[in-house]
């Protein structure tokens, strides 16, 4: 019973979060660990510091790219690539988006990449 009562209010905080978008999620996230630790006294878990310092190094990496112009550089040499192959461009596009993932350590360059090409083009 003291566990599905546990469950209701994380789930309620983080839908409610959720509904509201924004910092609201992590922010109401965090308003129910806090009622768990402190109304039920529920021992904290450790927290994933070695994914925390994964993130934060690719953010970092992702920032760096972006300010020193390497990501346009990158994107250039993308489009050329793309645009020189009309007719294999589903062949050739997910070659591009693999390498450009791997290159930059995230595949949210893609997204950059598209708004990139249609800027381009308008």
Do not use: W
Request: aromatic share 6%; net charge positive; with cysteine.
């Amino acid at each position: 019973m003291l566990f599905s009562i546990q469950l209701i209010i994380i789930l309620v905080c983080l839908f409610y979060g959720a509904r509201k978008g924004g910092i609201a999620l992590g922010l109401l996230g965090g308003i129910g660990l806090v009622i768990l630790v402190f109304v039920f006294h529920l021992q904290p878990g450790k927290p994933p510091v070695d994914v925390m310092l994964v993130i934060i190094a690719v953010v970092a990496a992702s920032a760096t790219l972006q300010a020193s112009g390497g990501l346009d550089v990158m994107l250039q040499i993308a489009e050329k690539l793309l645009r020189r192959n009309p007719k294999y461009v589903s062949i050739v596009a997910p070659f591009v988006t693999c390498t450009l993932t791997i290159l930059c350590g995230t595949g949210h360059v893609v997204v950059h990449h598209s708004a990139h090409h249609l800027r381009r083009r308008d």
